[in-house]
């Protein structure tokens, strides 16, 4: 069964202070690895799709990449609006579209 | 703004009622995802349209779910019999026949009392 982990579950860190958040996934042929965020109360809004181990995508203060086991969510010199909870999904080759979601990791960060 | 939209945003029930969610995909997406998130949780996956045929269900859409997309245009998600489990909300996305990037409504929030 394709399953989806995300840690830490909620991060807090300084204006300016940069990190990753880790999305670990095992899934039966990867179509797809998408990265969502979600602020309270809205739907989630895409961010990235990785397909293939050693891909990397940049938006704003925001870089994905992917290998084999493993997604990293790297955030640089975040600010406060960069808070809220980032969810990572997979998308199998076989079968449906549909994606299965880790549970997601909150990010505050604090002025 | 055309992106996907969800009626109505909210919606508070009593245990025992029945209720209807609609959705309406971005102009062109022919295919239509339904999910369901509680609380701390990431989106569960419901059901999948290809324009009007539903080809996928997940073994959370009990028999008292059913959705439809009558013209593989919008859709309806109904709960029959509401039970409390079913508080949480409840997210439509639609995508292109070529991509895989599903884009998600704002949700409907369901809570039964």
């Known amino acids: 069964e394709d399953q989806v982990t995300q840690s830490p579950e909620a991060l807090r860190l300084q204006e300016g202070e940069s990190s990753s958040l880790n999305c670990s996934y095992t899934?039966?042929?990867?179509?797809?690895l998408f990265w969502y965020r979600q602020d309270p109360g809205k739907g989630p809004e895409f961010l990235f799709t990785?397909?293939?181990a050693g891909e990397e995508k940049e938006k704003e203060r925001l870089k994905a990449t992917l290998t084999k086991k493993e997604s990293f969510l790297h955030i640089t010199a975040p600010k406060p609006e960069d808070s809220a909870t980032y969810l990572c999904?997979?998308?199998?080759?076989?079968?449906?579209?549909?994606?299965?979601f880790g549970q997601g990791t909150r990010l505050t960060i604090n002025p | 703004d055309t992106g996907v939209s969800q009626d109505p945003r909210h919606k508070i029930t009593k245990r025992g009622q029945n209720v209807t969610f609609r959705c309406d995909p971005i102009s062109e997406h022919n295919r239509l995802y339904w999910y369901r998130q509680t609380l701390g949780q990431g989106p569960e996956f419901l059901t999948y349209?290809?324009?009007?045929?539903?080809?996928?269900k997940s073994r959370l859409l009990s028999d008292r779910f059913s959705a439809e997309r009558p013209k593989g245009s919008f859709s309806t998600l109904e709960i029959q019999r509401t039970e409390q489990g079913d508080s949480a909300m409840y997210l439509c996305?639609?995508?292109?026949?070529?991509?895989?990037?599903?884009?998600f409504g704002p949700g409907t929030r369901l809570l039964v009392l």
């Open positions: 990785l397909y293939s």
């Open positions: 349209f290809q324009n009007e045929a539903q080809l996928e």
């Open positions: 996305a639609s995508s292109f026949r070529q991509s895989e990037t599903q884009y």
């Open positions: 999904a997979v998308q199998a080759l076989e079968g449906a579209q549909k994606l299965v």
């Open positions: 899934v039966s042929g990867l179509r797809g």
